[in-house]
């Protein structure tokens, strides 16, 4: 399927009088062979119900349309909501919703454990969204993500190394990374300063975090990486003693002395359990 070329965006914007923001992270992707492979990365089927978060001018909307049964476009710019409107108006697959993104998944209360996240995530809330989507128990069953190459990297990042941190635990938790692509920064409109990365994220099959211990795991983690060249043990007194603390790195087979790049995410998690039910 044809998608929309550099020029047919920048003649749609001028026409407009619509100048994108920095502060909405507004960059779009252009390359038709990238939407394309965003699209199979995501495997689509005519049943899927898809979910998009900030789909700018559609392009990829257009190719979900095209290959799924149902798609949700979350859109904050009414500028563009505008637009969409009048592109998209006649096709009965499409929802529209004007909002801010994050705010309407905290607020929705939506099920969507059936759906995909297919989007190329505004730059400026991609981190934030997929956390919020990662701690709702009702979260999509894939994600997939187009976001800047560093966040691609935290997200897919294990134990010991420099981009493992709050990001990677609070959506590792909840999803597995899967597979991913780079996409270079000349095929988005305008061009950015950085490369970006499209990964998939697929839903755990078995809870690792339990849901009595999810806001414990959040403080936990969040705590331990605001100083992470320190020793794990003493940045956590802040918050718990250090009984409390020393049973539970003992239950682990953690040292006092550990820092927290060295923890696994499954001794996060049962350091959450423990500590979690410590506390009632």
């Known amino acids: 399927m044809r998608t929309m070329t550099l020029t047919e965006m920048r003649r749609v914007l001028a026409e407009r009088g619509i100048k994108l923001t920095r502060s909405l992270g507004q960059t779009f992707l252009f390359d038709g062979n ?4 965003i699209i199979a990365l995501a495997e689509l089927t005519a049943g899927d119900q898809c ?7 559609g392009p990829l909307t257009e190719l ?17 909501v505008e637009y969409l ?5 006649d096709r009965p697959k499409l929802e529209l919703i004007e909002a801010d993104a994050l705010d309407y998944l905290r607020d929705c209360g939506c099920d969507w454990r059936s759906w995909k996240l297919v989007a190329n995530l505004p730059y400026s809330v991609a981190s934030p969204i997929l956390v919020e989507l990662a701690q709702q128990t009702l979260g999509p069953s894939t994600m997939v993500v187009t976001v800047q190459l560093e966040v691609a990297r935290r997200l897919m990042a294990q ?6 941190g709050t990001l ?8 597995e990374p899967k597979c991913w692509f780079r996409i ?8 950015p300063k950085v490369d970006s990365a499209c990964i998939r994220l697929d839903r755990r099959e078995s809870e690792l975090v339990p849901t009595a211990a999810v806001d414990c795991f959040g403080s936990l983690v969040r705590l331990a990486f605001e100083q992470r060249r320190k020793m794990m043990f003493k940045v956590l007194k802040a918050k718990w003693n250090a009984a409390q603390l020393q049973q539970a790195f003992a ?8 820092r927290p790049e060295e923890v696994r995410l499954s001794q996060f998690a049962e350091m959450a359990r423990i500590l979690a039910q410590q506390m009632k």
């Open 34 to 37: 990238q939407l394309r492979r």
């Open 51 to 57: 979910l998009e978060i900030g789909p700018g001018l």
């Open 64 to 80: 979900m349309l095209a290959a799924a049964d149902k798609v949700v476009a979350i859109e904050k710019d009414h500028r563009l």
């Open 85 to 89: 409107r009048e592109r998209f108006g």
């Open 159 to 164: 134990p010991g190394s420099a981009e493992y």
């Open 168 to 175: 990677t635990l609070l959506v590792q938790a909840s999803y």
């Open 184 to 191: 270079p920064s000349t095929c988005f409109y305008p061009e």
């Open 251 to 258: 239950a682990v087979g953690l040292d006092s002395k550990v």
